[in-house]
């Protein structure tokens, strides 16, 4: 058990919608990352956020956005979902903004039909 | 561009021989490396990392080795067992004290044949 807790586990909704992921680091960890894994595929860095500010950016489309709330609990937000946004989502948290390796939690998986 | 590459989709080992996993990446601003092994319906679970300034770090079984000349690194795993059976992930990451974004090869799915 790596301490990150994801919610939910599975996901199946319809092209169009929307859905929120939610992710709880690590206690003590500030540092909350998401990743995406389409099929296949690697994981890809789609955000990074550090006690609640915006850290790092990767390729995650305009549809999608994300949070960190005071209590360091973070959700993606992805909206008017197509087919292709099928994929796992991953959290991983770090006590600290960089230089240290990442736990990840079990992920959600999104099936968008 | 894909940065990180991890050239070997899979990797088949006999118990108890060592397993060689190789990763190249192309961005020489790379400069903390990391290994992940990942089971089906798990998040990846951190194994071993490397700073850019050594070119070997061991914990237990597992071995990094770094070639930055050549902008290699390796996973050796000795001797290996049948719990090593996974995908294992390359990561590397640039140097921002503010923001740590990794970018993580291909996969490559090691099976350690009894």
């Known amino acids: 058990d790596s301490g990150v807790t994801q919610t939910p586990k599975h996901l199946i909704t319809a092209t169009g919608q929307r859905v929120t992921l939610r992710c709880s680091p690590r206690?003590?960890?500030?540092?909350v990352y998401w990743y995406q894994q389409s099929l296949d595929q690697g994981l890809q860095f789609l955000i990074h956020y550090y006690n609640g500010e915006e850290r790092a950016k990767g390729n995650i489309l305009e549809r999608f956005s994300a949070q960190q709330f005071p209590d360091l609990h973070s959700e993606l937000n992805l909206s008017s979902l197509e087919l292709g946004d099928s994929a796992l989502y991953f959290c991983?948290?770090?006590?600290?903004?960089?230089?240290?390796?990442?736990?990840f939690g079990q992920g959600t998986r999104l099936t968008v039909v | 561009d894909q940065q990180v590459k991890q050239n070997s989709p899979s990797l088949s080992v006999q118990e108890g021989r060592i397993s060689i996993l190789n990763c190249d990446y192309t961005n020489s601003m790379f400069d903390y490396f990391l290994w992940y092994k990942k089971y089906p319906a798990e998040g990846p679970t951190f194994l071993i990392s490397?700073?850019?300034?050594?070119d070997k770090n061991e914990d237990g079984r597992f071995t990094v080795f770094l070639n930055k000349s050549a902008k290699h690194l390796s996973l050796h795993i000795v001797p290996s067992q049948p719990g090593d059976s996974a995908v294992y992930f390359c990561a590397a990451s640039t140097p921002n004290e503010g923001a740590q974004k990794l970018v993580f090869g291909q996969g490559t799915r090691l099976t350690i044949n009894p």
């Open positions: 991983a948290s770090t006590p600290f903004p960089a230089g240290s390796e990442a736990f």
């Open positions: 490397i700073s850019s300034i050594k």
């Open positions: 206690s003590g960890d500030l540092s």
